[in-house]
């Protein structure tokens, strides 16, 4: 027996010492093989959202991990080579992805989906390929949302022309762009489309309305752009016809390095005679030099009230703005844009930090040709109209865009996401325009010349983070945000075209009477905003099926300081030789001999400032409950408070205040049906509203800087309620298809209506009124379908369209009796508007060729008063053109044309085209370099 125990023993030790060798080697083995890295996100495939405790395994090893906050996982040391992975969560079916394809030293992405066990009880096995192309994509967003979506990624902008986000969301269904850069969505004005960046409410730049301009977001900084045409409570309350959500661009898993290069021509601009504003440097960076600035005497004196002028000190006064009146020329250039990005993650002491740094820069140069405008004057006949003030001419300009954003994120132990979120982007256009025509009131023809300059900002930097915590999801952010428009030194000179005998020569002579003769003006504003949010959604299980809860508020206060100041230079005693004179010799220094002592110089009243406070306080609670596996209900209610405070100065008047105190309750339900595996109906039904921009309020006349027509406001302006109801069908054939049939009515209560008022030559002006009701009502179809089932010679095609029927009618009620039409449609609204594409690509996925279609029915552009009709914005068409080839390695080539049909730009009132001009045809050739 004793002898038995010590052989035993000993076989046991020698096992022992074998295992033991057999560990040593295969340690000793696993660490000389080369490993790298796995991360990516598990998704919930009914909701879309990110699945925290997954169990994740790479098969064959003792490697995992469990996913952490929004879905996120990470892997290390996995062995380099083929790889599978499994993925595992209670209540969900697990699913294998096979094929993973691991590089030494390199990391990979790999993104799941995982499918309630309800839906599907099986095991599920996959490729990785195949894995990938069904989720983070355009499709799969609109699936899985809440409420009715459209989203557009980076990989679709890159596969159109398109350089800035607002040429790249006309291409969603039911969004018209106003002046290439304004959004409308169904048709509804500016005013009740809201904007936001990475999750918070851009400010506006413009002084008159509450309109973010999209131009302003280079494209090759976006991730994605996502529209929402139905409001939640987590949603802000003023979300009335839309919410666009910019998202700018996440790190890569791996670090990557972009770099392009893009050059190009306009067929109304490159090698052509351009006219050219008088620059003073850094025009080309959008940084005007100081010398644009107001003369910092004019800030002293203020509006000359009180103060008594020599005739020397007038001469004084107008000698302290810069000498430039008159444009010059110039042969158009190339237009020309960069943009290069570094993305990746690096550990810092010992923490991965996820970084993307990235930068553009664009100048383009067009010609505004065929450019003609008019007045409309009431008829010989009752609705006839009658063209008067006819000027033709021709606009140059140069553009700049320049932007840049440095985002930063990491993972805190796996349940903390935290987010540092910089962007910053500035714009410059610089017109010079000449026209030539006749004032017909003074009985004189003329020849006018603008130079007006206009930089614009846009900041944001965020603080944000994300916490999972058990099946309760946290995240918040701290935004400070701020805009800067900034106009300076604008110039308008007016010279008469006189004859000195009936068939002498034409001679240009200074209209020296009035006060539009010479005119300079300084505009100027600034806002921000800072803004806090938090939100906390519980899951939960209730009678076997998921469920949440959402409760979250926000606090946002906003600053906005806007001045506008306009001086008019005359000379009623000049004599004809002076009047003669080119506008830079007659106004050049040192003023003697018969200049001296001839100038008067007055502000205008078209001038004045403005300062706003706004302090929004919201709550909301809100749920999502599974009624069956099919159907989910979402429910709940917003509280807002917004106190608004305005003070106003114009600058021959008294001050003038306005102060709102609005506390609105705002409810929302919606019912998610999901018909198949691939369909779903929603049906929703919410209440929203719309409230009047700062400057709508206040009862001052101005220039409007967009439209360059006077501008009073309305102290009397109430906010506007509106009821809206949503129902959508969607087919979801394959990850890249889908066919959506929707219908929407909305109702206003006390709608806000730009009109146009022109009783009489010497009255016309834009103001804002409160009509009485008005209803908004339509149709949108969408379709993506690859056109394989034509046979192997479709397999490469992919058509797209989306078409938006619409109808409106607005009601302005007796107390606006001196309009034109009592019923109408709304302002801005269009009847239809029809995108459509064609994209052909390659079998190896690196070229690809897309055709793209856009037109939008006439629209008001603003609403007339007795005896005028409505300014109608008309109709065009757009196609444009976009090419992607492979030209060797890394390298990928790319051309662009824009606008092939150079179809017009016009608006009418009856009869009479109030503004018209055509922009030329682009073509760009660009390559893109990535490692």
Known sequence: MTRLLRDSLLRVRASALA???????????????????????????????????????????????????????????????????????????????????????????????????????????????????????????????TGVVNAITSEQISKSPDSDAAQAVQRVSGVTVQNGKYVFVRGLGERYTTTQLNGTRVPSPEPERRVVPLDMFPSNLLESITTSKTFTPDQQGDFSGAQVEIKTREFPARRQVTYSLTTGMNSGSTGQSLLRSRNVGGETFAMAGVQRNLPYVFSVLNNFQGVNLTSADKSFLVGQFRNAWTPGEATGAPNTSTNISVGGNQPVLGQRIGYILSGTYAYTQDLRNNQQRALADRGDNPGDTREIDRFEGTTGSQGVLWGGLANFSTLIGGRTRLMFNNTYNRTADNDARRERGTFENEGIRAQIDRMQYVERSIRSNQVAAEHQLGGTRVDWALTSSGVTRDEPDRSEFISVIEQDTPNGPEKLRWLNTGNGGAVRTFSKLDESSREARANVLHNFTWMGRQHYVKVGGLVRATERDANTRAYAIAAPLASTAIRELPAEQLFAQPFSGNRSGIFEIFPLSQGGAYSASDR????????????????????????????????????????????????????????????????????????????????????????????????????????????????????????????????????????????????????????????????????????????????????????????????????????????????????????????????????????????????????????????????????????????????????????????????????????????????????????????
Do not use: C, H
């Open 616 to 931: 929004l306080a919201a709550g909301y609670l809100m749920s999502e409950v599974a009624l069956s596996e099919r159907i989910r209900l979402i429910t709940g209610a917003r509280y807002e408070q917004d106190a608004l405070d305005v003070d106003a100065q114009s600058t021959l008047g008294a001050p003038v205040a306005a102060r709102r105190d609005w506390k609105d309750v705002l409810p929302s339900a919606a019912l998610n049906i999901k018909l198949s595996e691939y369909q779903n109906l929603r049906i929703s039904a919410s209440q929203t509203l719309a409230r009047p921009e700062y400057r709508e309020l206040v009862p001052i006349k101005s220039r409007d800087v967009l439209n360059g027509d006077d501008l009073e406001g309305n102290p009397n302006l109430q906010r506007t309620r509106i009821q809206n109801a949503d129902i959508r069908w969607e087919l979801y054939p394959s990850t890249d298809e889908v066919l959506s049939l929707g219908v929407f009515a909305k109702r206003f209560d006390k709608p806000i209506e730009r009109v146009y008022r022109a009783a009489g030559a010497s009255s016309r002006f834009i103001s804002y009124v409160n009509a009485d009701q008005a209803t908004n009502y339509g149709v949108e179809l969408e379709a993506r379908k690859g056109l394989g089932f034509l046979g192997r010679v479709g397999e490469p095609f992919l058509f797209f369209t989306n078409v938006t029927l619409m109808q409106s009618e607005i009601d302005l009620g007796a107390s606006q009796a001196a309009a034109t039409n009592q019923k109408r449609r709304m302002v801005g609204q269009a009847p239809y508007v029809l995108n459509t594409g064609l994209t052909y690509a390659t079998r190896t996925g690196r070229g690809s060729a897309t055709v793209l279609f856009n037109r939008t029915g006439d629209r008001i552009d603003a609403a007339g008063d007795l005896p005028l009709p409505d300014v109608i914005q008309v109709a065009r068409n757009a196609v444009d053109v976009s090419v992607r080839f492979p030209v060797f390695g890394p390298l990928q080539g790319r051309f662009d044309a824009r606008n092939l049909l150079d179809e017009p730009f016009k608006t009418q009132q009856g009869t009479v085209t109030r503004e018209q001009w055509t922009v030329g045809r682009t073509f760009q050739l660009g390559f893109i370099l990535r490692s």
């Open 19 to 145: 295992l033991a060798g057999a560990f040593l080697f295969a340690s000793s083995a696993s660490a000389q093989q080369p490993t790298g890295r796995v991360v990516g996100r598990v998704i919930d495939a009914a909701s879309g959202q990110g699945l925290s405790d997954v169990g994740v395994q790479v098969v064959g090893t003792t490697l995992g991990t469990m996913s952490g906050v929004d879905g996120r996982y990470t892997l290390t040391g996995v062995p380099a080579g083929t790889v599978t992975i499994q993925y595992r969560r209670i209540g969900f079916a697990p699913k294998t992805v096979t094929g993973i394809i691991l590089e030494a030293g390199k990391t990979l992405e790999q993104n799941v989906t995982l499918a309630t066990a309800a839906i599907t009880l099986a095991a599920q096995t996959v490729t990785a390929n195949a894995e990938r192309g069904s989720v983070s994509d355009a499709l799969d967003a609109q699936r899985t949302a």
